[in-house]
């Protein structure tokens, strides 16, 4: 896991924080939060390096978990699934609905190379 500087300005005071944070090569993505030294404002970030150069990419998303927020819809469809196929198991043999496996991000590098980054999603379980 390349270990990659990151410059971030406080977007509540202004200070200039500069960190080293362990970035996860794609497809992995990392969730990190990024907390100012000054203001002590919390920023979520998802971070995942590119697979070629290990040049990282990041992903400010101030102060909504939103990885957080997709795993928690995808929970919710998915116990609403379950709901209906135990509504219907005495009418119906087989219940498929497909579920999306993960939520993916297209990105491009500054090398040139294009690559998937995905964060898997909870499942119909059996
Ligand atoms: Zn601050
Ligand atoms: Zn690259």
């Not at 794609?26 to 100012?36: L, W």
């Not at 819809?73 to 498929?96: P, Q, W």
């Not at 491009?108 to 059996?126: D, N, R, V, W």
Request: include cysteine; glycine fraction near 4%.
């Amino acid at each position: 896991m390349p270990k990659l500087p990151l410059r971030y300005y406080c977007y509540v005071c202004g200070h200039t924080n500069d960190l080293k944070l362990n970035v996860p090569l794609a497809p992995k993505i990392e969730r990190d939060e990024i907390k100012c030294a000054n203001c002590g404002d919390v920023t979520h970030l998802l971070l995942t390096a590119c697979p070629k150069c290990e040049g990282a990419f990041r992903y400010y998303l101030s102060d909504l978990d939103f990885p957080q927020e997709i795993v928690s819809l995808a929970e919710a469809y998915v116990k609403l699934l379950t709901g209906v196929r135990d509504s219907l198991k005495d009418h119906i043999k087989e219940f498929n609905v497909p579920v999306p496996k993960k939520w993916s991000v297209n990105l491009k590098c500054e090398c040139g190379e294009e690559y998937t980054a995905e964060i898997p999603l909870p499942q119909l379980s059996g």
